[in-house]
């Protein structure tokens, strides 16, 4: 029986093609929009996501610009602050503008930065060529520094410069590695490379130590905080926030704690706000579609009156008159839910590949669409199945 | 003998404006097995809806109605409709097929309704059309029929769940008279095998094909030997 009303109900779906498919397009464009807005939404968060994890999951990145008696951390701070329960590691950073030279070329303006071992252990594909800065080369104070590309072209054309000299500050450097020009780093990198400023600056990073007792650059101003766990960093951030205050005499604006965790978890709450706003949206179009099926399956119902008063009068039990039209609802919208979603995933395919983003397919999108879709056909199909149902069978045999 | 049909007493009335109507005024019928009955009346003394009554579509406002002993007074829809499918083979005056569905597919509909298997449905559903003669017009739909096959199939149609009772509405009436001839011969040969008939006409000539004659007039039933009351 049940098998027999999706073929009648089909029939009837093909032998109108036109009305039905034009009935069905409300439902299409519901679908589709709900359907790219969900798949696009997620492509972008997605993405967004994974890049702040990638730079800032399970850190707290402080920057400590200090007060005028007090420029930056000290060595003494970062023991104190690496002591903090949760806290794995510090990875510090000193900089400033300096000139840097080899042999009678002179580049002015290049960044240098002293950066402890751990920021090469944290990016582990930051060094193309050569080697990164080591534990070892910090302790000992070494005369080392990794260079950024634009540096190297600035100063070494196309040579390999590892093994080469340079002077910064009149102090000799060699150099040991290279940077990954695509590879970001930190917030602030990632930042500068995506506005696609800071093209031509050269940069030098020097060990730490080296920076602070041989190069003379008092004072760390940023640091990033590596924890164990990210669930944490609320409770580490607050005794972060204690030692700091300790550090700077509880002197306003010295310092800023950014915990990348809740972070990323704000984003996110505000991203599936956006997503849940548009989707409501959208669903208008999906409510408009409902209203236009109901409508179609109404007028079916009064063209096909004398059909159903036969139907009756051949044994066809009130259920079963309302389960035929019940499924041919469904049936269009279903038609009209298939046919959205597909073309949903084309414009989020098209949008994703505009954007330069990777397209993903979300189970919960294809779900959302064809439940929503078959949803709509059980609610508005219910009211015409059920007068269909409760039509008089001799006063449908008489009309004619 | 063997009665498959009882109505004692049957009132039909409808409410028109203040007043009621009363279109069957006690009604006593009855029908046996086998038994090929005309109903004959002139037009608007209630012989359709002594049919739909007949044919569990309506009930009666008053009075008993048994089918093959069982009363049908307390039924609901569902049960009316598990009856009609069961005991009930409809034939209307413009055969009512359902344009979208061809000859053998129209035949099938009743089936479907009464749970048969799919096979078991074709087979049937072969077996009638060959009864009426159609086995090479299976596959035509109603617009690809003439009135008199049109209605063969609507017999068909009727048969096909073997129904305690052959109910026909003016069978004849959109025929004309050669075809409504050939139908009538169908009639005669289905009741030749036992089927119980009945035939609701206003033509004596179509009524006098019965083996039986009632007549209804002004809601009321006689017998062809009762003493008919002048009307004026
Ligand atoms: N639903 C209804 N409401 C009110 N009056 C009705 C209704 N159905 C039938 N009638 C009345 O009942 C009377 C008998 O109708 P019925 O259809 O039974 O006549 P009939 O004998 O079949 O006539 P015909 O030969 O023209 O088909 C008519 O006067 C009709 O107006
Ligand atoms: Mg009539």
């Given amino acids: ?110 960044t240098l930065e002293g950066k402890s071992n751990i920021y090469f252990d944290q990016n582990a594909d930051i060094v193309a060529l050569g ?31 590892i093994g080469k000299q340079l002077q910064i500050k009149d102090i000799t450097y060699t150099v040991v ?45 940023s640091l990033e905080v590596i924890i164990d766990d990210p669930d944490n960093s609320t409770q580490i951030s607050n005794n972060l926030e204690v030692a700091l205050k300790q550090a700077f005499n509880d002197k306003d604006n010295s310092y800023s704690i950014i915990n990348m965790d809740s972070l990323i978890e704000t984003m996110n709450t505000m991203l599936s706000m956006m997503t849940s706003l548009l989707v409501g949206i959208a669903s208008i179009a999906l409510l408009v579609g409902g209203i236009g099926i109901m409508n179609m399956m109404l007028v079916s119902v009064t063209e096909r009156t004398q059909e159903i008063g036969l139907r009756k009068a051949l044994g066809a039990k009130p259920i079963q008159i309302q389960t035929q039209f019940i499924i041919e609802s469904i049936f269009l919208s279903l038609l009209g839910g298939i046919l959205g979603l597909i073309l949903g995933l084309l414009i989020s395919f098209v949008a994703s590949r505009a954007m330069d983003l990777d397209f993903i397919v979300s189970a919960s999108a294809i779900i959302l669409g064809l439940g929503f879709s078959a949803g709509v056909g059980i609610v508005f199909g219910w009211m ?16 004619n | 003998m063997n009665e498959i049909l009882s109505m004692k007493n049957i009132i039909k009335s409808y409410h028109m404006g203040d007043e009621d109507q009363i279109i069957l005024k006690g009604i006593n019928f009855s029908v046996n097995k086998g038994e090929f009955v005309s109903i004959l009346g002139p037009s608007g003394s209630g012989k359709s809806t002594m049919m739909n009554i007949i044919g569990c579509l309506d009930k009666p406002t008053s009075g008993e109605y048994k089918l093959n002993g069982e009363s049908i007074d307390n039924l609901s829809e569902k049960e009316l409709a598990h009856i009609r499918s069961r005991e009930i083979g409809f034939i209307f005056q413009s055969f009512f097929l359902l344009s979208r569905l061809n000859a053998l597919q129209n035949v099938e509909l009743p089936l479907i309704y009464s749970g048969i298997s799919p096979a078991d449905r074709k087979t049937r559903a072969l077996e009638m059309l060959e009864k009426v003669k159609l086995t090479n017009k299976i596959h035509n739909f109603p617009n690809q029929l003439s009135g008199g096959q049109q ?28 075809t409504g001839h050939a139908v009538m011969e169908l009639f005669k040969a289905l009741h030749a095998e036992g089927h119980t008939i009945i035939m609701i006409t206003h033509d004596e000539h179509i009524a006098k094909n019965a083996t039986r004659i009632v007549k209804i007039l002004d809601g009321n039933l006689y017998e062809a030997d009762d003493e008919i009351p002048d009307v004026d």
């Fill in chain 1, 1 to 110: 029986m049940f098998l027999e009303n999706i073929k009648m109900s089909l029939q009837n779906v093909v032998n109108n093609k036109m009305r039905s498919f034009l009935t069905a397009l409300g439902i299409i464009i519901g679908v589709a929009s709900i359907i790219s807005l969900i798949t696009i939404m997620q492509i972008a968060t997605n993405s967004i996501t994974t890049q702040f994890n990638d730079l800032g999951a399970g850190k707290l990145v402080v920057s400590a610009p200090g007060t005028p008696l007090k420029k930056g951390l000290t060595d003494r701070d970062l023991q104190t602050i690496s002591q903090i329960q949760g806290v794995t590691a510090v990875s510090p950073t000193l900089s400033l503008q300096a000139t840097a030279v080899r042999g009678n070329i002179v580049e002015e303006n290049i």
């Fill in chain 1, 131 to 161: 080697r990164p800065l080591t534990k070892i080369d910090g302790e000992n104070k070494a005369l080392v520094c990794v260079i950024n590309t634009d540096l190297q072209q600035l100063l070494f054309s196309n040579d390999d410069p």
């Fill in chain 1, 177 to 221: 590695g290279v940077l990954d020009p695509t590879v970001a780093g930190d917030v602030m990198n990632m930042v500068s490379q995506q506005r696609g400023t800071n093209n031509s600056d050269g940069k030098a990073i020097i060990p730490y130590q080296t920076a602070m007792v041989v190069a003379g650059i008092r004072g760390i101003t």
């Fill in chain 1, 384 to 399: 015409p199945a059920r007068n269909a149902s409760r039509l008089n069978p001799i006063d449908a045999l008489r009309s």
């Fill in chain 2, 151 to 178: 209605q063969r199939v609507a017999i068909a149609r009727a048969l096909a769940n073997s129904p305690t009772i052959l109910l026909a509405d003016e069978p004849t009436g959109a025929l004309d008279q050669k």
